[in-house]
């Protein structure tokens, strides 16, 4: 069976045949029936570095401010993007109201990126704000981690993926979710063999996971960015572990895109 029967991007399926314009060959129908369940409501303002990437007004994608002038995604959310199209949201929980709209003036992906066809490595992308935003008590940059959680760590997700089984809609309010940071050796046995050292793995339990909707948004420990919502097995939520970005392997590639030094 080829790969994209069981793996799957948490990117969000409307908007896609834009945002794909190279046909990336993933069965994005597999797994839109799953959820995230078993997460929580955010208090406006509680995770001030959450955005929400918009395509023609569309939200499709998570991602958090690094920088007042950069934010951090999934590669994968943004192959051939028209960053004319592109928007950034911060400030707001609720997709509906608040926040401030933000135009993209670059979309920096990783180089080793390829996608698919290399178990969605280095899936990580930088978006250069056009204006510096103002750091507010609902948006805020996150400090990115240097070293990584340690294993059993309680590690914070968030995001405005899916959220029920039987309904493409999504949830108005960003909704978080405590999941546990797992080694790559006990990953590699209950997710793929696949899983390489640039993947960081989190698992909660059966019923309750990052979904379609959720790529490119947060993973945090002790108020620090360990990962980037990237991957999982179809259905979300199964009972296995999801795959993140580590950040810690990042750090070259986030220095030379934001020009400073990630303070250690
Ligand atoms: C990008 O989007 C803008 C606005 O929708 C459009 O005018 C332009 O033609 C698009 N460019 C490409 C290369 O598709
Ligand atoms: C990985 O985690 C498992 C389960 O907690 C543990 O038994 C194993 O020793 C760990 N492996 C490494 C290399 O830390
Ligand atoms: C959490 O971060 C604070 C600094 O913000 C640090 O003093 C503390 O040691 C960290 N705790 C753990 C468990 O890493």
């Known amino acids: 069976m080829s790969l994209f029967h069981h793996q799957i991007v948490f990117c969000l399926v409307f908007g896609l045949s834009v945002i794909f314009t190279n046909g990336a060959s993933i069965n994005f129908d597999v797994g839109l029936e799953s959820r995230i369940v078993g997460g929580a409501q955010a208090e406006e303002g509680a995770i001030p570095y959450q955005v929400s990437l918009r395509l ?26 028209n960053i004319s199209q592109l928007t950034v949201i911060t400030g707001t929980n609720s997709l509906e109201s608040g926040g401030e709209t933000h135009g ?34 609902l948006q805020s940059p996150i400090p990115i981690a240097t070293v990584d959680p340690p294993d059993g760590a309680e590690l914070l997700v968030s995001g405005w993926g899916r959220l029920f089984s039987e309904s493409n809609a999504v949830p108005t309010k960003l909704q978080y979710l405590w999941v546990v940071a797992i080694n790559n050796t006990e990953c590699r046995e209950t997710l793929r063999e696949e899983v390489d050292d640039v993947h960081l793995c989190a698992l909660r ?5 990052v979904c379609s909707g959720d790529s490119g948004g947060p993973l945090v420990y002790n108020g620090t960015l360990v990962g980037v919502v990237s991957w999982g097995r179809s259905p979300c939520a199964s009972g296995v572990p999801d795959a993140y970005v580590r950040m810690s392997l990042m ?5 030379r895109v934001i020009g400073t030094a990630v303070s250690k």
């Open 56 to 81: 023609n007004g569309w939200p499709f994608c998570g991602g958090s401010i690094i920088t007042v002038f950069h934010i951090v995604t999934a590669a994968h959310c943004v192959p051939g993007i």
């Open 251 to 255: 750090l070259d590639f986030i220095e």
């Open 205 to 209: 339990g059966v019923g309750s996971a």
């Open 104 to 137: 993209v003036v670059e979309v920096t992906s990783h180089e080793s990126y390829v996608g698919s066809s290399d178990y969605w490595k280095y899936d990580i992308a930088i978006l250069t704000l056009a204006a510096e935003l103002t750091v507010t008590s």
